[in-house]
């Protein structure tokens, strides 16, 4: 028997008859046809390594994709999954994307927008597709990483003051750095504690800020200061004589 092969052409792809004629010792001629059906191979997709991001808030970095042909018919669509922890957004960065959503590339030409809602790592999964529809699937599948660093939170010991003799005023903790609409109630949070007592004199005393912990948030302390006045002492003299140079005065009494 006879063996034939043949090469695509580079893009090629559809339907093509092949005729063979065959010839005899004796010249007869036979002749023979047969289909090659050569079909497309979805093109490829590209998408961002890696997307660094801090927890809560919007990353200036964005998912880029694009596409390179390998083969037959051009990628259209692409479908985005696992979006465990993100929040991801068309380029106006309003128009949310859900997991399991296609998008077409003219919807994502200046980049994908990542929101996270914890810190970590995470990878976004884009698949090439010629339609949207899972149907159309069967493309290459890219993988944008995401590493999302925690949100700083700045807490404060606020400055008090008191004067000598008071009692000791609370001690007051100040945030600044939740996102999210997420509170103190969201963390463990710090404490804050002084050196000064009841019966300490007049001086400043270091509001000591310590302890605290938080899966989203870098927590930075900052001590405050407790301020405590002299009080004022009045002195009155009771006796109410005129001075005299040649009368005795009593003593003098001091309240």
Partial sequence: GTVFSFTPLEQGSGTSTITVGLSGEQGEVANGQF????????????ATELVNATYGTIASETIQVSRHALDGAEVSHFKI??????????????????DGDFLNFNQVQSGLKVQPHQGGDFAVILQAAT??????????????RIHVEKADLFVTAENQSITYGDPLPPLQLTYQGFVSGETVA??????????????????????TVAGGAANNYELHLQNGKLTIAKAILNV????DYLYQPTRIHPNLTVT
């Fill in 35 to 46: 289909l090659v059906q050569v079909n497309p191979k979805i093109d490829g997709i590209n």
């Fill in 81 to 98: 999954s696992n979006l465990n922890g993100l929040s991801l957004f068309l380029p106006d960065g309003i128009t949310r994307i859900n």
């Fill in 131 to 144: 339609a949207a529809n899972d149907a159309s699937l069967g493309g290459e599948v890219a993988i944008s």
């Fill in 186 to 207: 969201d963390i463990t949070a710090p404490t804050a504690s002084t050196s000064a007592t009841v019966n300490s004199g007049a001086g400043d005393y270091v509001i």
């Fill in 236 to 239: 009155t003299v009771s006796d």
